[in-house]
């Protein structure tokens, strides 16, 4: 059994979006919940929270617009850029331990002290673009990671894989001209956030770097898996990442309310264990997972788990 990562802390809780808002503290408590009653949970390497430098937050987000959120939510604002992104008095000290735990745990993988990991934070990140807030984010968490990997361990090569129900508009676009990392998404599409076309391939020296598989309403496991099948699995093996990073939207689920897609929990499981192979052939076994999506809470749990479950195998 190789070791695997587990970050949560309940500093992600006072995140308060407010009442009836999907993007709520009960997901992670669901989550942890879950987890904890799990026969390997004591054999989990715990990560700590950690507040991010502003200047890691600057590898993918402008000065003036970390200044103006700042601000914002400061002055007591509640909405940020939509009346999608609800925030409170704490948020933006929160995104920073978001962020700033997702390093930890990037440093945890990369130190070889796991070659596995889940990022139970929030606020999510995939939305968020280098200046605006968007689709309950506020800081892209994975593009950070990202960038945060390339420049503390001269990584060349790094694939991120995004499986939540909506198309992560603020990684594509943070990294559409760069060719040192490998967008893919499936997503709902047409759906929020509009973007994600399947000719949206990449701009300039990332031409080729950026691919989009636009699922329709009502899509399957059977969809899903050969997409990753006859697309996603060949495409990593031909770019042979030297580390897995996983958008791990669990929204596409069949009991989500924010969508129209039909995946069961056990996908979740399959489409890990893919990737996990490609990880052994290609990152060292590395593969870290950061929470984006996933709205019902019992399915949201039972979808973890079954990463976690790979994982342990």
């Known amino acids: 059994m190789q ?4 970050l949560y802390d309940d500093i992600y809780l006072k995140h308060d979006t407010g009442s009836g808002h999907p993007e709520r503290p009960e997901r992670l408590t669901a989550i942890d919940k879950r987890i904890r ?16 430098l502003i200047e890691c937050i600057e590898l993918i987000h402008d000065k003036d617009y970390i200044n103006r959120i700042k601000s914002e939510i400061e002055s007591g604002t509640v909405y940020l850029d939509s009346m999608d992104t609800v925030v409170c008095r704490d948020s933006f000290e929160v995104a920073l331990y978001a962020a700033g735990g997702c390093m930890n745990m990037c440093d945890t993988v990369m130190d070889k002290k796991a070659y596995t990991g889940f ?6 990140g995939h939305h968020a673009e280098r200046a605006q ?18 420049k503390e361990y001269d990584l060349k090569r790094v694939a991120i894989v995004d499986w939540d129900v909506h198309h992560g508009n603020g990684t594509q676009h943070s990294f559409e001209m760069d060719p040192s990392v490998y967008y893919i998404s499936t997503h709902q599409y047409p759906h929020y956030p509009g973007t994600g076309d399947l000719n949206e391939r990449g701009i300039g020296a990332g031409k080729g770097f950026n691919l989009n598989i636009p699922m329709q ?3 399957s496991d059977r969809d899903y898996i050969e997409a990753f099948e006859s697309t996603i699995i060949p495409e990593l093996d031909r770019y042979s990442p030297e580390i897995i990073l996983i958008s791990a939207g669990f929204d596409a689920h069949n009991l989500d309310p924010l969508s129209s897609i039909h995946l069961s929990s056990e996908s979740y499981y399959t489409f890990t264990k893919m990737l996990l192979n490609i990880a052994e052939k290609h990152s060292g076994n590395r593969l870290i997972a950061f929470l984006e999506g996933g709205y019902d809470l019992d399915a949201l749990a039972e979808g973890v788990e079954m990463v976690f479950k790979a994982f342990m195998e």
């Open 217 to 219: 309403a009502g899509s």
């Open 119 to 124: 990022c139970a934070i929030r606020p999510p």
């Open 37 to 52: 009653s799990l026969p390997f949970y004591d054999n989990l390497v715990k990560i700590e929270k950690n507040k991010a």
């Open 3 to 6: 070791p695997c990562a587990y």
């Open 133 to 150: 807030a968007a689709g309950f984010c506020i800081f892209n968490n994975i593009a950070i990671c990202a960038k945060y990997l390339q």
